[in-house]
C-alpha cells in the first residue's frame, strides 16, 4: 500500500500482482488434502503426490519471486509488485483453504450458512 501511496508503483502493476497472487494462492491451497477425523472431531489435513508437487512449485516460486516479476516490471517497482503478489498469495490460500473447511464442516452437519 505504502508503494502505491508514494507513487513508485502504479496502482494497476499493484492490482495485477495482487489477482495474480489470489489465483496463485487458491491453487497453493489445493497443495492440502482436507478431510474430517471422526475420532478427533476435527478437521484434518495431509499432502498427496500433486499437493507435493505444488509445494514444490509454491516454493520455487517464492525463491525466485523477485527476478520472475522483474522479467515484466522494471526495476524500481519490481518490490511493490511483489509485494502486492505475495498479499494475493496469503489472501488466496486463506480464501482456498477456509472454503475447503467450510465445506467439510456442512458436510458434517456443524455449519450452518
Avoid: P
Wanted: hydrophobic share 55%.
Amino acid at each position: 500500500m505504502f508503494e502505491v501511496l508514494s507513487g513508485k508503483v502504479s496502482s494497476f502493476l499493484a492490482l495485477i500482482g495482487l489477482v495474480l497472487g489470489v489465483v496463485v494462492g487458491v491453487v497453493a491451497a489445493r497443495m492440502f488434502l482436507l478431510s474430517w477425523h471422526k475420532d478427533a472431531k476435527k478437521v484434518i489435513s495431509r499432502l498427496d503426490i500433486v499437493g507435493g508437487a505444488i509445494l514444490v512449485l509454491y516454493i520455487v516460486f517464492a525463491i525466485f519471486r523477485g527476478k520472475i516479476i522483474a522479467h515484466f516490471v522494471q526495476g524500481s517497482q519490481v518490490t511493490g509488485t511483489s509485494l502486492a503478489v505475495v498479499a494475493g498469495i496469503m489472501i488466496g490460500r486463506v480464501f482456498g483453504t477456509g472454503q475447503k473447511i467450510v465445506n467439510i464442516l456442512k458436510e458434517q452437519k456443524l455449519f450452518s450458512s
